[in-house]
Structure formats: C-alpha cells, structure tokens
C-alpha cells in the first residue's frame, strides 16, 4: 500500500480549510500576546494530522453536519497546548524547525497561552452538544498530563522498562490519537463496536507514530525532524532505543548509559557512542519492528469497515507513519 498522507489530505481539504479558520478566529484575544505566542506554533507547519483523523472518522460513518469541523479544532488546540507546555519541560529550544515559543516569549508565556488554548478547546467541545465527545476528550487531556508526569519521572532513571516506556507514550502521544479518531465516529451517531474501533485505530497509529519519532531521533536528520538530532538523548529521555541498548549492553556500556542518562554526561562525544551502541545492539531496527506491529493493530481495526475512500486515506496514514524511517 502506498504510503502516503496525500490522499488524506486531499480528501479532507474543505474541511481542513473551515479549521484553519475557526483556528485563526479562535485564538484571537485582546491579549496581544496570546494571539502572537499561537499563531507562532500554529502557522508554523505541521501535518494537522489528528484533526484530520476526526474529520475523516466523521465523513466515514457519513455525518453531516458542521460540529467535526469544531471538535477537530479542539483536538488541534489540545494538541498545540501540549507542545507549549511539552517544550517548557524539555527545555527545547527547536520545534519544526523553528525557535520554540519559550525561548522568543519565555516559559511563562509558553505555559499561560498553552493554558488559554485548552481552555478555548473546551468550549469548543461544549458548542458541539455532544457529552460523549466531551467525555472521550476530557479524558484523553488529563491522560496527557499524566504521561507528561510519568515521563518526568521516568527521565534520567535507567530503571526505566519497556512496559514503563509504552505506558507513557500511550499517555503522552497514542491517547489524543484515539480520541481524535473516536469522537469523529461519536458525533457521526456512531456507538459501540464501532466507537471501540475507531479509538483502538487511533491508539495504536499513535503508538507507531511516536515510536518512529523516538527512533528518528537516533537515527533521522534534522531537516526532516524539525529539532536537532540527539535532543532526546540530551534532554535524558529514556526511549526504547536506550532501554534496548541498555539492556543488551555489557557492564561497562550499562554505566556509560547511566553517566550519560542519570548524570548529565551527555556531550557529542557521548552521542557518538550512544548512537554506535544503538546501533550495534539493532535497538533501532527492533524499535521500528515494534511501530510496524502497531501499524498491523491500527489496521486490522479497520478492517471490518466498509471500503470507502475514507478507509483507504486512513489505511495509508498507517503507513506513512511506520514508513517515516525509510
């Protein structure tokens, strides 16, 4: 199957275009600042691809009405609050390509209109009149926050096990997926099986989704990932890669994993040998493995859905995600 976003794009571009509006209307404010903080992430690129994960889960199961168009929006806002925040944390200095919000504005700034957007996110939620989609998406925002937590926790801590890692991108990356995904087919009238689906589609895209990201991180280059090469390693991040080069690793190799991770003893030349390691130990290969089984859970949820254009679109998504690497 071809891999490739085209096809969904093309197919949600009416839609997509309603967003972007309600996107530029949405985060205007008297506040001079907010408008100016969002719209330098906002306009910045960005494949969109949650919400159109919600519009495509709508016309699917053949809604319609205009409320996707606004809780597609709402999962863009919950997405873009998320990386305010997200590079304030990580004390990033680089998102798709450019400077982040934190270092042109500040934290403060960074974390307040982050809070603004999720707070315009919520009202959006309720124009719709939809509980359950209120519900599903409430409940993905304070899942979000949990990972975050859990992976300020987990970072620096060599301890750190697979299990541990997937839980926190479920929470962090896989959980708005699901939702984005879920409530497309929930404001459509649908329910049961089908709600089940969608978001078992969603979770799992995420899955593979974040999987490449940490991968590319190790192995990808900096034009393509829109931040420097390494930064995960930098930062302390325990991502699969590191948890299966540690793991394999002699004793030596072990304490260089905890001086680099637990200590701070992060330089080029420490990233030299993290990256030889990584690959000498095939944690890459094995970490993209683990995104393609993902990719197959993603699509064998759809696979009981009728063949339409929209399934296709979304089967593609699939692997373009999973092919990122290649």
């Not at 997937?166 to 089908?194: C, M, P, Y």
Request: hydrophobic fraction near 45%.
């Amino acid at each position: 199957m071809q891999a490739s976003i085209e096809p969904l794009t093309k197919l949600t571009l009416p839609d997509m275009q309603a967003v972007n509006r309600l996107i530029l209307a949405s985060a205007g404010s008297d506040v001079d600042m907010i408008p100016q903080v969002a719209n330098h992430l906002i306009s910045s690129g960005g494949k969109r691809l949650r919400p159109m994960l919600t519009l495509a889960a709508a016309k699917m199961f053949g809604y319609k009405g205009a409320h996707h168009v606004t809780l597609a929006t709402a999962v863009e806002f919950m997405h873009t609050a998320t990386l305010l925040h997200d590079d304030v944390v990580d004390e990033s200095g680089l998102r798709r390509g450019k400077s982040t919000a934190r270092i042109i504005w500040g934290n403060q700034a960074s974390v307040l209109v982050g809070d603004f957007l999720l707070g315009q996110a919520f009202k959006m939620m309720v124009e719709t009149g939809s509980l359950p989609c209120l519900e599903v998406l409430s409940h993905a925002a304070t899942v979000i926050a949990e990972g975050e937590v859990m992976q300020l926790a987990a970072a620096g801590h060599m301890t750190t096990e697979e299990g541990t890692y997937l839980t926190i991108i479920k929470a962090k990356t896989a959980v708005l997926f699901a939702a984005a995904a879920e409530v497309g087919a929930i404001i459509a009238g649908e329910n049961g099986e089908t709600r089940r689906n969608m978001a078992a589609y969603g979770k799992n895209l995420g899955l593979a989704f974040q999987l490449v990201d940490d991968a590319l991180d190790y192995g990808g280059q900096t034009a393509e990932l829109g931040k420097n090469i390494g930064d995960d390693f930098r930062e302390g991040k325990i991502t699969l890669p590191v948890i299966l080069s540690y793991i394999r690793g002699n004793a030596a190799e072990k304490a260089f994993w905890r001086g680099a991770m637990e200590q701070g003893n992060n330089n080029e030349a420490a990233l030299e040998r993290a990256l030889a390691l990584i690959s000498n130990y095939q944690a890459l290969e094995d970490t993209i493995k683990a995104a393609r089984d993902f990719g197959n859970k993603a699509r064998a949820a759809l696979a009981d859905f009728a063949d339409t254009p929209y399934k296709q679109a979304l089967m593609q998504v699939v692997d373009f995600c999973v092919n990122r690497v290649t």
